[in-house]
T-cell receptor, first 110, second 115 residues
Framework: QKEVEQDPGPLSVPEGAIVSLNCTYS??????FMWYRQYSRKGPELLMY????GNKEDGRFTAQVDKSSKYISLFIRDSQPSDSATYLC??????????FGGGTRVLVKP | GAVVSQHPSWVICKSGTSVKIECRSL??????MFWYRQFPKQSLMLMAT?????????EQGVEKDKFLINHASLTLSTLTVTSAHPEDSSFYIC???????????FGEGSWLTVV
């Protein structure tokens, strides 16, 4: 079993819909949780960074962390075709080594 | 704008030659930098962790003599692919952090094609 599980998708939604992404993990030592967006043939771009459990909102993006369930989510409101990309969850314990999910490919159709 | 810069973005080299890729942190001092490799439609695979002024820590299965990593300053790390072969063709990405608990930013990636 992988340390971080993420549905590969593709997740297809119509423009304007809410995109809901999630990851589960097994390592209870993870304290820092991140979501990255990666366009084809580009490096990952940091979207959200949260520490421990709770919610964090930034514009159209909301990240949720539930450490008791070992479950994190990312919601994208009012999705746009430009949001079509692969979304990677990542997390780490003490130290800086990230553990990634496999990524979810998202398609937002006009 | 980008806070971590990689150069070159694209490189083609002949089999048997060596290629150097640079990773620079632009707005902060990076105590730790990471090098990843990514195959098409797959997630990032960590190759090594480099700390400024010390030897890199390589992940299991990564040849340290083939993938030379140098982190000579707090803003620059380099990855040199030595005696490159076609199977080394891949997307190489670096990331950098200012320290424990700090955000980790990624570079734009470097495409290496060995012919």
């Amino acid at each position: 079993q992988k340390e971080v599980e993420q549905d590969p998708g593709p997740l297809s939604v119509p423009e304007g819909a809410i995109v809901s992404l999630n990851c589960t993990y097994s390592n209870s030592a993870f304290q820092y949780f991140m979501w990255y967006r990666q366009y084809s043939r580009k490096g990952p771009e940091l979207l959200m960074y949260t520490y421990s459990s709770g919610n964090k909102e930034d514009g159209r993006f909301t990240a949720q962390v539930d450490k008791s369930s070992k479950y994190i989510s990312l919601f994208i409101r009012d999705s746009q075709p430009s949001d079509s990309a692969t979304y990677l969850c990542a997390m780490k314990a003490a130290g800086n080594k990230l553990t990634f999910g496999g990524g979810t490919r998202v398609l937002v159709k006009p | 704008g980008a806070v971590v810069s990689q150069h070159p973005s694209w490189v083609i080299c002949k089999s048997g030659t060596s290629v150097k890729i640079e990773c620079r942190s632009l707005d902060f001092q990076a105590t730790t930098m990471f090098w990843y490799r990514q195959f098409p439609k797959q997630s990032l695979m960590l190759m090594a962790t480099s700390n400024e002024g010390s030897k890199a820590t390589y992940e299991q299965g990564v040849e340290k003599d083939k993938f030379l990593i140098n982190h000579a300053s707090l803003t620059l790390s380099t990855l040199t692919v030595t005696s490159a072969h076609p199977e080394d063709s891949s997307f190489y990405i670096c990331s950098a952090s200012a320290g424990e608990g700090n955000t980790i930013y990624f570079g734009e990636g470097s495409w290496l094609t060995v012919v």
